[in-house]
């Protein structure tokens, strides 16, 4: 019964979203004002609808109802609770139903934040993101119901949650992922709805910011929790693989990046408004094309769910209705855009452009790299896969032209900028970042390496130029702590943000071309070497999980003879389903990780295992918090509440007589 | 022409849409379909109770192929199923036993019974590899020829039986006459 009621609950948030979709729109056409204020009321209803929904297919999770076919695929009896209820997303159709909760959420809180904002404006936002309402629950009810019973024999147990899944990472990383992916729908919308309007002032630029900024925090957040997951989970010590699933929410992630920079431009100087839109419709087309990739098993991956064409087929159509439509109305709409003002060669707005081609053109590599193999395939009927080199190839160098603008980028001033100025604020500071780019990794080295100088110099040249503009902006101040004080929101965000685009690189940088590993048999006592660390094996013991029996080692870690930890990596064989899977013992430090992953038993008591050490690995993560905190900050910034009410205010005066018209 | 630029993105993605779309229909070579209407593999390995056996001597008929080990939780949901089929003479069930010790495996046939013709003992887990085996329980429906049909992952129970095993054999049935 519970499921019915959950599918039913389903079938009311479609019937709304269908109602959110065209009605306000229309209303928005017609200066209809009832048929606008529907809006929030209906936003609301697909939100609760949406979440009853969610909440009814845990619950058939929780107690176990294997007659519901997901839980039985993705569930099993001797689950422990914290799995059972994530296992909901461990497939196909929970994670599709989150993935739309999510939306719904993002809708409800479009509906809650935008008082300020007009009327007509709030009702075209909503109706689009009720258009893809629309397209997600059909998609479910059509082709892959959550609810789907068994009938008329259901399984005693189900066949448990995918071993490599039981993990806190799972927990974590997926509803992250999906929350970052789906807020660029918001900034879609916000993008329609200016198309619709005709009215392509830097006013929605300015709308959308704080949600492009939030959108890109969290996704930035989901990113790196599953670069983290996979990094301690799969136990080969990789922290990015560069694998089919993994690319669209990067691209993505570059896309949206580029967007709120340019967003930024077109909000204060009203340049690039044409290009700003089309990024943000590219953003989102990313984070479906991400959907499309997982879903339809058009690329085969760790991350694929089943293969199935006629789901592909259909989220297809969804592409084509919703990115096809908004690129129509682009093709449509943008000629009339005119940016009010010029800039010279020097200038803040040129650095921004550069920063959006460079962001743009790696995205446009990986995804050419991601897609080629299946497009080689359409063409000749021949497979070919493209690995690591190639992105590695074309990605980095990429970045590190990008790194080089972003040190100068924000010092630049609109409009123009001297040459001569430039010159001079940055000349010390590039002195200073080469000599510590050759001199700290040759005191921690002892030898040269060109990869460590790169990646350092170019770390304490995005550092340094940070702070040399943080002096110029309070050296004028009566303090330095007034100054701090005074500095906007949005440009703290900015700050962090780009220091966390150094911590990454230092991490990134380092743990790519300093990692040591070594794989090794060892019996009980004996010891190996790795660097400056060794680690020896002290035995195993048996253990036995909930779910799970195995076995334990027990291996402690030298450093130059003095013990500093023990680490408990295991082997066990899941239950349910017999699968072995291992989980490696890491023992985190700030500097360096050190790990050990448990192989197979051989003779004697003997255990193969690999050993590694990982330098400045954590600071990739530590990067990408700093970032998602710059662009929350940012998100924050009181600024764009104040002038959204007086913008709103000048929109209400200048649209005077259509509203006298509803009023009447 | 100044205009006809910003029909450019639509374009491009209406191409790219036509490439999706025929690549949604290629095979991507996901595991199930890998042996599918393929003969088995050739094997000569040792059975549970210690004949050897090899492709030769496969039943000469429709069989089912069974993938089990005595640590499976989920084999025992389906072993009635499996004694059933084999005590009323229905289709003859081969086993294969996965990565499992020969001794466990001989306790958990006298324990719970045995309704296999022979249980091939596949203790490294070789021969799974060779038939992609994700894990056991796992089920494969092979013809007389000795060619894989069907493949079924995880437990195989009487709804499954009655669903999807019934309607293959049937079909293989009405092929082969």
Known sequence: MIPELGQFSLILAFSLSILLGTVPIIGAETNNFLWMSLARPLSAGVFVFLAIALVLLAYSFVTDDFSVQIVAAQSNSLLPMRYKLTALWGGHEGSFLLWTFMLAGWMLAVSMYSKSMPTQFVARVLGVLGILCVCYILFMLATSNPFERITPLPPADGSDLNTALQDFGFIVHPPTLYMGYVGFSVVFAFAIAALLSGRLDSAWARWSRPWANAAWAILTIGIALGSWWAYYELGWGGWWAWDPVENPPLITWLLGTALIHSLAVTEKRGVFKSWTVLLAILAFAGSLLGTFITRSGLLTSVHAFASDPTRGVFILGILLLTVGGALLLYALRAPLMKSELGFTLVSREIFLLTNNVLLVVSAASIFLGTLFPMVYQALTDDLISIGPPYFNAVFVPLMIILMLFLGVGPMSRWKKTSTEYLVKQVSRVVVVSLMIGVVLPLIILLEFSLAATVCVALASWIVLTIGKDLTNKIANKASVWSGLYALPLSYVGMMLAHTGIAVMLIGAGLTSYFSLERSVLLGPGEKVEIGSYAYIFNGHEEIRGPNYVGNRANISVLKNGNEIETLFPERRIYLATGTPSTEMAIDAGFLRDLFVTLGEQKEGGAWSMTVYVKPFIRWIWLGAIFMALGGIIAAADKRYRLLRRREQENYEKKKAPSDLQVAS | ?177
């Open chain 2, 1 to 177: 022409m100044n205009r006809l630029k910003f029909f450019a993105p639509v374009l491009f993605f209406v191409a790219l849409g036509g490439i999706l779309w025929r690549g949604l229909y290629l095979d991507s070579r996901t595991l199930p379909s890998m042996l599918i209407d393929k003969k088995m593999p050739e094997f000569a390995l040792g059975t549970v109770s210690g004949e050897e056996v090899t492709n030769k001597d496969l039943p000469g008929q429709i069989f089912l192929l069974n993938v089990w080990g005595s640590y499976c939780l989920p084999c025992l949901v389906e072993h009635p199923t499996f004694m059933r089929l084999s005590e009323e003479g229905e289709i003859p069930v081969v086993g294969i036993n996965y990565k499992d010790r020969n001794e466990l495996a001989k306790d958990w046939l006298s324990t719970n019974g045995n309704p296999f013709t022979y249980s091939i003992q596949d203790e490294d887990g070789r021969f799974g590899i060779d038939l992609g085996v994700y894990g056991a329980p796992e089920t494969y429906l092979v013809d007389s020829e000795g060619v894989i049909r069907y493949r079924h992952v995880s437990v195989l129970d009487e709804a499954v039986w009655q669903q999807e095993f019934l309607p293959a054999i049937a079909e293989l049935r009405a092929e082969s006459e």
